[in-house]
């Protein structure tokens, strides 16, 4: 399995970005994805995930109202939506699959991950 993730770069506060993270190597839509974030001395922490049907989104309270998590089965991509972007977002993004269909909140229900893409929100 592969996961590429793109869209990162330097935004100013209350801007947007759309990652992207396609992935190749087995059925897309048979395992959820999830989307992580890890800021410079902090611990890896999850951002916001989808289920491998779609049907099932999840989030944290930080990110709420701000961040949507979709995905395209037909083209095995799930994206990030960020918007209202504030300099506590700035962090290295990773896109992670699941071991199975539900949405993986936690580090240990990820059986792959991206290499990660830089967000970084200027103030």
């Known amino acids: 399995v592969q996961l590429q993730a793109s869209g990162g770069g330097l935004v100013q506060a209350g801007g947007s970005l759309r990652l992207s993270c396609a992935a190749s190597g087995r059925t897309f839509s048979s395992y959820g994805m999830g989307w992580f974030r890890q800021a410079p001395g902090k611990e890896r922490e999850f951002v916001a995930g989808?289920?491998?049907?779609?049907?099932?989104?999840s989030s944290v309270d930080s990110v709420k109202g701000r961040f949507t998590v979709s995905r395209d089965n037909a083209k095995n991509t799930v994206y990030l939506r960020m918007n209202s972007l504030k300099p506590e977002d700035t962090a290295v993004y990773y896109c992670?699959?699941?071991?199975?269909?539900?949405?993986?909140?936690?580090?240990?229900?990820?059986?792959?991950w991206g290499q990660g893409t830089l967000v970084t929100v200027s103030s």
């Open positions: 989808i289920s491998g049907s779609g049907g099932s989104i």
């Open positions: 992670a699959q699941g071991s199975g269909s539900s949405t993986p909140y936690m580090m240990r229900m990820c059986a792959y």
